[in-house]
Every structure is written in C-alpha cells, then in structure tokens.
C-alpha cells in the first residue's frame, strides 16, 4: 500500500456488516480520569465486551496492529498524540495528507477515516479519524465528534480494504487514546460514553451518543 492509496469508508458504502467478529479495542489513556472514565464506559458495554479492555500508559506500548490518530481534517500531525506519532513513524504526516488528498481532496470530514502505513512492522498501520477540523481546535461542550471519530475508525475497520487485504483480515487489535481529550478540552467521560455509543452502533445494539 502507498501513501497514496489510503482506504476510506463513507456513509454511502455502509451495507451490512461483513464479518460478525470485531477488532480487539484497547483503550489507552496516560492520566488517571481518561483511564476511569474509560473502565465505566466498558462496564456498559453489553456486545462483545470482552473485546475492549483498559491500557493505563502510552499507546505505543501496546501490541497492536493499527493505532488510531485523534487527527485534524488536514492530516497535520503537530500537537498531541499525533506529535508522538509522528515522531515514532518518520513520514506517517505525509502519508496521512497524502491520502487525505488523493481521498478527499486534502480535507478528510468528521466521520470519516483513512487508514496509512506507518512503515513499522507493528503497528504497521495508523488510522487517522479526525476529532477537529482546525488544528488545535478546541471543541464545545456538546461535540459528538469523539462518537464520530470512533465510528469512522470502527467502520474502517468492518469494509476498510488494503492491498493486502480487508482491514479486518489485517488487524486484530486497535489502540486507542483519548479522542479530542488533549487539545479539544473534551472531558474523559464524554469521550469515553461515545466511543463506546459508537461501538455499540457499529458492533451491537444502538444507543444515544451523548
């Protein structure tokens, strides 16, 4: 796969759901209250929970096939999270906006997703779902954006085709920070309660993101 070839899922390509299983999810958090909200938010699940559990710690530190990057629209990766992947995967900024480009014509929406090599053997690939449009945007109060970020990546990974296959053929495990908990000033339980409304939506009963 190259920079270039970035998949994406849209809502106009949502059918029904290909596989019954699901990725591993691991939730990853760095700071005590992501990683509680994070522990409530999987007590709720009642699909397929023995498949999400908590990191306390970096994401990096985690076995996984593909990380999820809390992007902007335009695939800079200056700040955060994204500044850590950037640094740990020389070049992942280019592949990303050049996907995004070649996609969607260099700005990437809310909900929806791309997913590039990170030239690593593991994690070899990132997901790139942004939770802002602007880089450093901080994001109100009643955002739905975490919920719409987790979705793009959830739904990547259910129709995502690559080179070397469908995504959900090449990743079994997904590592996830916080989304739109850094620079966005979302709170941990409201990132926490959507990304596991978006699970739900995605992997198994339907439930109100906010």
Known sequence: MTAESGTHTGREDIGPPVSSRTPELVLCAVDEPLAAAWTGAVSTLGTEVEMVRVHRGSVLDVVAQAVVSPANSYGWMRGGIDA??????????????????????????????????????????????????????????????PYLAARAVFLQWQHGVLEEGPVREVVQTIAMPGLGTGVGGVAPATCARQV???????FGRRRDPR
């Not at 909900?111 to 690939?125: C, K, L, Y």
């Not at 596991?196 to 995605?202: D, H, L």
């Open 196 to 202: 596991a409304a978006a699970w739900e939506e995605v």
């Open 84 to 145: 850590v992947y950037a640094r740990a995967f020389p070049g992942v900024e280019q592949s990303v906006r050049s996907a995004v480009l070649a996609s969607y014509g260099g700005e990437l929406p809310i909900g929806e997703s791309v997913v590039v090599p990170t030239g690593e053997a593991e994690p070899a690939w990132l997901i790139s779902a942004p939770t802002m449009r602007e880089p450093g945007e901080r994001l109100p109060a009643d955002t739905v954006h």
